[in-house]
Structures are given as structure tokens and as C-alpha cells.
């Protein structure tokens, strides 16, 4: 709309000034000569403007739309030919001119999806867990505030990954766009409930250790049985001279 007005409007000057007798031949050539200039002076700004252009033409994404652009995301909050203002979850505005989008993903097109990779341990039962997993997301599913949000069936598609830590179980939910982050967060609230009412328990970092050979403590110039047995009569010992002492700390040291 801002470069039609402007095209019509110099259109329209130039044909008043000829209608009244002035000759626009030196102005046509001297506004040739400016735009000229211009292009050479601003090519980065001619970049952006083209770049707009195909971005309004393509539809890749519009004012209200959630989009990530190298790294950085958030609402769109403003959009014309030069440049992209976004909104990100801190509250900052970020300006991005139109021909640094190079590739641009959009969160809120047409549909969205929660995808969900839900990690268990390994002492677990992998049935149960994985019926539990559906289940809640059937249940959201059924009920009518969530319908109206869930768009279709949940997809469980069962264990994703072996991992050192537990097993990823993953689950897919088709929703309307921008519910993706609303849905996922009642999920997850509901799975932990079901979970800790059956018993599943979420894996914690773990590691364990194998020695080929039994762990001894030796002292030099002696041998294990014999270390053994000094270590022994030394806290025999210690015992003794702790009870001689302070009866109390015969109960200490057991």
C-alpha cells in the first residue's frame, strides 16, 4: 500500500505540473538521475524492501504470528517492508531487517504440534508407563475445554530412545496454533500425578562403577593378610582406650 501511494502520488505531481505548462523533461531526467544515486547509497535498504516484498507475497508469516529467525523468537509485533519487530518472552523487541531472513520458522501456521519426549527409569513397567502416557493425553483429549484446542487423537508412538539415564517415550498432539506451550503444560501436570499414583518413577543421574579386580588396601612391605590384621588390632584398640576413657562412647563407637 506505502509504495503504491507513493508511485501514485509522484505519478500525480508529474502530470499536474505538465497539465499546467510546466515542462517535466529535465525534472523526469534529474529524478533518474536521484534514483540513481539512491540505489547505490541504499542498496541494503533496497534488499530489505524486496526481501519484504516476497515475504508478504509468500505469506511465510504475518503480524500475530510466533516465528523464530536465527535463533531468536517471539510474537510478531510489527512487520513492513523494511524490517521484522518481535516480541520475546522477556518482553524484549527485537528488529530484524527484512534481508537478514534467511530462514524463518513459524510457530502458529495453520496448525501446531506438542511434541513430548517423556523419560522414565529403567526399573519401570514399560507397558504401564507407556498406557498411562496415552491415557492422559486421551483424557485431555475427550474433554470439552480441551477439544476445542486438541485438534486430533494424541499419537503415542512408544519408546523413542535407550539412553544412559532411562527410556524416552514419545507422544504427539496436534493442536491450534499458539496452544502448543498451553496444552503441553497441563499434560505434564496430569502425567506427574498419573505417574506418582502408580509408581513410575522419573530417572535421576546415575552411575555405576566395575572394578576387575577386588579393591585391597595395602601397606607397603606387608602383605594383604597381614594389613588385615593390623588394621584390626589397631582398631581394637582404639576401642579400648575410647571405653577406658568414657564409658559413653562405648555406645559411640558402636
Do not use: C
Request: no cysteine.
Amino acid at each position: 500500500k506505502g509504495a503504491a501511494a507513493t508511485t501514485l502520488v509522484l505519478l500525480g505531481s508529474l502530470a499536474g505540473l505538465a497539465s499546467v505548462g510546466v515542462n517535466i523533461g529535465p525534472l523526469v531526467a534529474s529524478l533518474g538521475f536521484i534514483g540513481l544515486g539512491i540505489s547505490l547509497a541504499a542498496q541494503d535498504l533496497i534488499k530489505d524492501v524486496i526481501n519484504g516484498l516476497l515475504i508478504l507475497i509468500e505469506d511465510q508469516f504475518a503480524e500475530g504470528d510466533v516465528i523464530v529467525v536465527d535463533g531468536r523468537g517471539g510474537l510478531v509485533e510489527h512487520m513492513d517492508l523494511r524490517l521484522t519487530q518481535l516480541r520475546n518472552t522477556e518482553g524484549s523487541l527485537i528488529s530484524i531487517p527484512n534481508s537478514a531472513i534467511r530462514v524463518v520458522e513459524n510457530l502458529s501456521n495453520g496448525w501446531s504440534r506438542v511434541d513430548l519426549g517423556i523419560m522414565i527409569a529403567y526399573e519401570n513397567d514399560l507397558e504401564q508407563a507407556i498406557r498411562i502416557t496415552e491415557q492422559v493425553a486421551l483424557q485431555m483429549y475427550r474433554e470439552p475445554s480441551w477439544r476445542e484446542k486438541i485438534l486430533e487423537p494424541p499419537e503415542m508412538h512408544g519408546v523413542d530412545d535407550l539412553g544412559e539415564r532411562g527410556i524416552t517415550l514419545r507422544i504427539w498432539i496436534k493442536v491450534q496454533p499458539l496452544q502448543q506451550w498451553r496444552v503441553a503444560r497441563e499434560y505434564r501436570r496430569r502425567l506427574k500425578h498419573a505417574f506418582d499414583q502408580a509408581g513410575i518413577q522419573i530417572p535421576f543421574p546415575q552411575q555405576t562403577l566395575w572394578f576387575h579386580s577386588p579393591l585391597e588396601m595395602r601397606i607397603q612391605g606387608l602383605s594383604p593378610e597381614e594389613t588385615h590384621r593390623l588394621l584390626h588390632l589397631m582398631e581394637s584398640r582404639l576401642e579400648a582406650r575410647l571405653r577406658e576413657r568414657d564409658p559413653v562412647a562405648n555406645d559411640l563407637t558402636n
